[in-house]
């Protein structure tokens, strides 16, 4: 019979590469802890339209990216393209937003159908932070300083680039949009647009702008810029924020074109990006976006955050070589056992040594087999140190004594009493 395959664009991450999974998560999940976040976990299947009211109908994710279905009930559902959106609808149903601060973060996959290609997948990850109830821009830069410590502490800082940008408010972004739609309508003509952007240009021109044809960036030299259609107040905040990120030691560059392809934002945006992974250049896009709690039907609510994308983070760490060595040692010791009746005593002192280093991984040799074959499978399995007990004889007692040996070295195994191995283990590793 023909074997099924996975669906196109959605990954299975196999042991190898769960390594360097977990060290990212546990690195990130560290970090957002030192900052007092909290994680929130929301479901992978929403209303249909809490998408819609939330990035906006026309947008790429609405318009082309979405999974959506009718469900046996008929009703409309979809996977989450992102994880605001989500995020908001469980922080405000279950009251969390009400004149409270909050500060949140999620992990989790994500669903957009478009074209697979390297760092670009129909399921991929996320790791998000959502603030609320702070008016920025300290929380803003508090948050772009979590996006900060991560590149840090994963030694990738020299890689990635913060630009920014403050697109200002709702009011604003109309008056803009009436001002770009004139402009391109003037210039159509030399628009390589096919009909979809064409309808787009009308209804949501800043769309235009989000482009990634060349052809329509070269045309869009002249266009008016959105900051200057910007209120005062989001300059203000604007300038804030700049002087708050250069105390804090994150440097930026400014973006005027920089306007995030979901309708949610205000004020403050931002984009971490690499020359590091081709075409696939955003690592973490984030900003403001304080009228989205409202929008869902809650009460008026300040906030900001981010999402990372797990997958280029990874691809990033793998191909510059930053996951450290230990990250991708899962197995530290090697029980192996033979001869007869010794299994016993075998699995007690893998147990023994678990509980005297709780760090280590331990395997246990399960499955018989001749002392050569067993060690092979020491090799093969990474770890740096074999411990033997090994039965000579048909004698039935137990043993007294079983073999240590270093398996990245050619030390001849050495002889302790069972009951001292555990400690000599540790002993044997730090050296
Ligand atoms: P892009 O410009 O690459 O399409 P985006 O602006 O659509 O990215 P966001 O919606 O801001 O992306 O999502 C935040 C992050 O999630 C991105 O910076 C990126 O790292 C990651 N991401 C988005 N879409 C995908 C995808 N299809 N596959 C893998 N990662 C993705
Ligand atoms: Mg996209």
């Not at 209804?203 to 990634?212: A, F, Q, T």
């Not at 981010?306 to 996951?323: N, P, Q, S, Y």
């Not at 092979?376 to 240590?404: H, M, W, Y």
Request: charged share 25%; net charge negative.
């Amino acid at each position: 019979m023909e074997k099924l395959q996975a669906i196109r664009g959605m990954n299975d991450i196999l042991p190898e590469n769960s390594l360097s999974w977990q060290y990212l998560e546990s690195t990130f999940q560290r970090i957002v802890k030192r900052f007092g976040y909290q994680e929130i976990r929301f479901p992978i299947l929403e209303h249909t339209q809490l998408f819609k009211r939330s990035i906006g109908e026309v947008t790429d994710i609405v318009e082309k990216e979405m999974y959506s279905f009718d469900d046996r009930n008929g009703n409309s559902l979809s996977l989450r393209p992102e994880g605001t959106a989500g995020c908001v609808r469980a922080a405000d149903q279950h009251g969390l937003l009400y004149n409270r601060q909050q500060r949140l973060w999620y992990q989790g996959p994500m669903f957009r159908h478009e074209r697979p290609q390297k760092g670009r997948y129909r399921q991929f990850h996320q790791f998000g932070v959502e603030a609320f109830g702070m008016s920025g821009p300290d929380i803003d830069v508090e948050v772009l300083q979590v996006a900060a410590m991560l590149w840090q502490e994963l030694d990738l800082e020299e890689f990635l680039v913060l630009e920014i940008n403050n697109i200002g408010s709702a009011a604003d972004r109309k008056e803009y949009s009436k001002a770009l739609r004139e402009y391109l309508q003037s210039i159509e003509g030399q628009l390589p647009l096919d009909d979809d952007a064409r309808t787009r240009m009308h209804v949501n021109p800043m769309r235009v702008l989000d482009s990634k044809h060349p052809g329509v960036q070269a045309a869009l030299g002249d266009a008016p810029v959105l900051y200057n259609f910007v209120n005062d107040d989001s300059k203000d905040q604007y300038e804030e924020l700049k002087m708050l990120l250069t105390a804090s030691n994150i440097d930026y560059v400014e973006n005027p074109k920089l306007v995030r392809g979901l309708d949610y934002y205000n004020n403050c945006v931002y984009e971490w990006t690499t020359d590091t992974l081709g075409a696939q250049s955003a690592v973490c896009g984030g900003g403001r976006y304080d009228g989205l709690v409202e929008q869902l039907g809650g009460r008026q609510t300040l906030a900001c955050g981010f999402a990372i994308g797990i997958e280029r983070l990874v691809l990033m760490l793998d191909t510059l070589h930053k996951i450290p060595e230990e990250a991708l040692k899962p197995i530290d010791v090697y029980v192996a056992c033979v001869g007869e009746n010794v299994t016993e005593q075998a699995l007690a002192l893998a147990q023994a040594i678990r509980e005297e280093q709780p760090d280590l991984g331990v395997i246990s040799h399960c499955g018989s087999g001749k002392f050569n074959s067993q060690l092979k499978r020491a090799f093969s399995s990474g770890a740096k140190v074999a411990v033997i007990l090994e039965r000579e004889g048909d004698c039935n007692a137990p043993l007294q004594t079983g073999k240590i040996r270093r398996l990245d070295d050619s030390i001849e195994a050495q002889t302790y009493e069972i009951a001292a191995i555990p400690k000599k283990v540790a002993e044997v590793l730090l050296n």
